[in-house]
C-alpha cells in the first residue's frame, strides 16, 4: 500500500509555530487516516524548533535558495533558524526513504511545507511563487508534493498507483 508523508498541523496537531493545528477536515483525508496510508511529520519540530516558536519567512521566499545556502530563514527579529529548517527538511527526507514514499500531502504558505507560495521575507503578506524549505528537498528528490487544496489531485495519484 503505497504510502503519503503529511504535515502534522493538517492532522489537527498543535505544532504550528503558534501553537494552533491547521485541521484539515475532508472525507479523502480521513479515509487515508483510517486505511493507515499517512506519514506525519512537522519538519520544524523535526528540525529541532519548539512550539510554540516565533513566525519565520525565506529571504526572498524560496525555499531552494535555503538548501543552497544563499538566503537564510529569519524570524521578524533577524535570528537565522536555517539550519532547523534544514535539519527538518532532510528528516522529512530520510522518513520518505525509509518508508518509500513519493507523494507528499503539505500544508500551504509555509516557510517549510509550501508546494507553490511561500510569503517573500518582509513579513507583510506578500507572496512569492516557490516552494518551502522542505518541499523543495523533496521534489528535488522526485517526491510529488500536494498542498491541501489538491487532494484530488493526489487521490489519482493513489488510485493510479
Ligand atoms: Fe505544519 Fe509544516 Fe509548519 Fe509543521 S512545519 S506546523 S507541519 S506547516
Not at 485541521?23 to 480521513?30: D, F
Not at 527538511?89 to 500531502?105: E, P, R
Not at 509555509?110 to 518551502?132: E, V
Request: proline fraction near 6%; charge should be negative.
Amino acid at each position: 500500500m503505497q504510502t503519503v508523508l503529511v504535515s502534522r498541523c493538517l492532522l489537527g496537531e498543535p505544532v504550528r509555530y503558534d501553537g494552533q493545528s491547521k485541521a484539515l477536515q475532508h472525507p479523502l483525508l480521513q479515509r487515508w487516516l483510517d486505511e493507515g496510508r499517512l506519514v506525519p511529520i512537522c519538519p520544524e519540530m523535526a528540525g529541532g524548533l519548539p512550539c510554540p516558536r516565533p513566525a519565520a519567512e525565506i529571504s526572498g521566499g524560496r525555499g531552494q535558495h535555503v538548501l543552497q545556502g544563499r538566503q537564510p530563514v529569519l524570524t521578524q527579529d533577524g535570528t537565522d533558524v536555517s539550519a532547523a529548517f534544514i535539519a527538518g527538511a532532510q528528516a522529512a527526507l530520510a522518513l520518505c526513504q525509509q518508508h518509500d514514499i513519493g507523494l507528499a500531502l503539505l500544508k500551504a504558505r509555509s516557510p517549510s511545507c509550501a508546494t507553490h507560495q511561500c510569503y517573500d521575507g518582509q513579513f507583510n503578506g506578500t507572496l512569492t511563487d516557490a516552494m518551502g524549505v522542505t518541499a523543495a528537498l523533496l521534489h528535488q528528490h522526485g517526491i510529488r508534493v500536494f498542498d491541501e487544496t489538491e487532494l484530488d489531485k493526489l487521490a489519482q495519484q493513489l488510485s493510479s498507483a
